[in-house]
């Protein structure tokens, strides 16, 4: 596609539920990232994948939290028994530029646990 | 470990007047620098970016920043803001690697006065 997509770009479950988050990179891109970003503050680092393998999963916040590539393009983040505290819109970035490391967004899944 | 400050939380400007927003950065060698640009309900853009050579970077829209190694600042600057401009800026830093993840400043939202 001609950009970075992510699906659903809404998402309210109810605390406790388990949810996944998707996204599509630019194709041909190897590295995908995904950030967090709470309301009023910058993107939070979360994990990055080079091809199929998570490259930096130090972000995670906690085992709640886990993203797979299984093919080395669409990546799914999941988040097991969701918490009011998971309320936020996930970012996921994509890059194909040895060299300077420019990442291209999506538009962002916004989760709301209620 | 990398970290990014943005002093100035909200900054108003008139149309036509310049603009600076200020951008500090934390990083014991050579960064890779960004700054990118969010609308209200869109992804985040690349403005412009610095990861060698002159420290003086155009980039789109106007906007310009120059790399400063001895103040480890990175600061955003536009000659005549436009209504258009009004929106949330972010300044980024990377380790200088050709994939990595990049840590985010707080940002700093700027609203134009017509």
């Known amino acids: 596609g001609a950009g970075v997509s992510q699906t659903p770009s809404n998402k309210v479950t109810e605390k406790g539920k388990y949810v996944e988050l998707r996204c599509d990179p630019i194709?041909?891109?190897?590295?995908l990232y995904w950030y967090r970003q709470s309301l009023g503050q910058g993107p939070e680092f979360l994990i990055y994948f080079q091809g199929t393998g998570a490259a930096d999963d130090s972000g995670l916040p906690n085992d709640r939290f886990f993203a797979v590539r299984p093919e080395g393009s669409v990546s799914t983040l999941k988040i097991q028994r969701t918490e009011r505290g998971d309320s936020a819109v996930y970012l996921c970035a994509s890059s194909n530029r040895a060299g300077d490391n420019e990442q291209f967004f999506g538009p962002g899944t916004r989760l709301t646990v209620l | 470990a990398q970290s990014v400050t943005q002093p100035d939380i909200h900054i108003t400007v008139s149309e036509g007047a310049s603009l600076e927003l200020r951008c500090n950065y934390s990083?014991?060698?050579?960064?890779?620098l960004f700054w990118y640009v969010q609308s209200p309900g869109q992804g985040l853009q690349l403005l412009l970016k610095y990861f060698s050579g002159d420290t003086l970077v155009q980039g789109i829209k106007g906007f310009e920043a120059e790399f400063k190694r001895s103040q480890s600042s990175f600061n955003l600057r536009k000659p005549s803001v436009h209504w258009s401009d009004a929106a949330e800026y972010f300044c980024a830093v990377g380790r200088g690697a050709s994939y990595d993840k990049v840590i985010f400043g707080p940002g700093t939202s700027l609203s134009v006065i017509p």
């Open positions: 990083y014991g060698a050579t960064p890779y």
């Open positions: 194709s041909g891109h190897t590295a």
